[in-house]
T-cell receptor, first 116, second 110 residues
Framework: GAVVSQHPSWVICKSGTSVKIECRSL??????MFWYRQFPKQSLMLMAT?????????EQGVEKDKFLINHASLTLSTLTVTSAHPEDSSFYIC????????????FGPGTRLTVL | DAKTTQPPSMDCAEGRAANLPCNHS???????VYWYRQIHSQGPQYIIH???NNETNEMASLIITEDRKSSTLILPHATLRDTAVYYC???????????FGKGTTLSVSS
């Protein structure tokens, strides 16, 4: 099946620093990837849609200058949380859409970000 | 995409069938019913999806009513490892992002 990886699986950083999270499709090409955020005991919230070779589309209320998304290849999208603050602490999950039948989405294992 | 309604929680005894309901009364003709689950602190896992016919795979069965306004996910022999949040999502196959509701927290106990 389609495998999506994320790196790192967890990260702790100081307030004010930037953190980059990678999302890779390991055995398929994905022109479209999605980034979600999940706070404790809540559901996944879509942050943005990442398209290879073009600018990401952000959901309402998500700051594009704070959450920088780069989708430079068909197998890699990155999310950079700039000037992170404690309220950015969350579980960040990416998914990749399979560019063949059914347009299925497969999810990465998530990245736990803790900002001190 | 149509909205779905699920019970917030359900309990199931290990080895018994778990039947998780989902209402999607505003579903349109080209929308599919998808089921995902999320085990604690992991990414969501695809389970099954269907349009109008009942579907079965190695993980579960999906029963969709004839009017397509509701469906039931069936885990035939629940195990402790099936404890998770189960999400029922309705969407077209156009490739837009999956939008998650609150889901049903299934607790399987021995």
């Amino acid at each position: 099946g389609a495998v999506v990886s994320q790196h790192p699986s967890w990260v702790i950083c100081k307030s004010g620093t930037s953190v980059k999270i990678e999302c890779r499709s390991l055995d398929f090409q994905a022109t479209t990837m999605f980034w979600y955020r999940q706070f404790p005991k809540q559901s996944l919230m879509l942050m943005a849609t990442s398209n290879e070779g073009s600018k990401a589309t952000y959901e309402q209320g998500v700051e594009k200058d704070k959450f920088l998304i780069n989708h430079a290849s068909l197998t890699l999208s990155t999310l950079t949380v700039t000037s992170a603050h404690p309220e950015d602490s969350s579980f960040y999950i990416c998914s990749a859409r399979v560019d063949r039948h059914n347009n299925e989405q497969f999810f990465g294992p998530g990245t736990r970000l803790t900002v001190l | 995409d149509a909205k779905t309604t699920q019970p917030p929680s359900m309990d199931c005894a290990e080895g018994r069938a778990a039947n998780l309901p989902c209402n999607h009364s505003t579903i349109s003709g080209n929308e599919y019913v998808y089921w995902y689950r999320q085990i604690h602190s992991q990414g969501p896992q695809y389970i099954i999806h269907g349009l109008k016919n009942n579907e079965t795979n190695e993980m579960a069965s999906l029963i969709i009513t004839e009017d397509r306004k509701s469906s039931t996910l069936i885990l035939p022999h629940a195990t402790l490892r099936d404890t998770a949040v189960y999400y029922c999502i309705v969407r077209t196959q156009a490739g837009t992002a999956l939008i998650f509701g609150k889901g049903t927290t299934l607790s399987v106990s021995s």
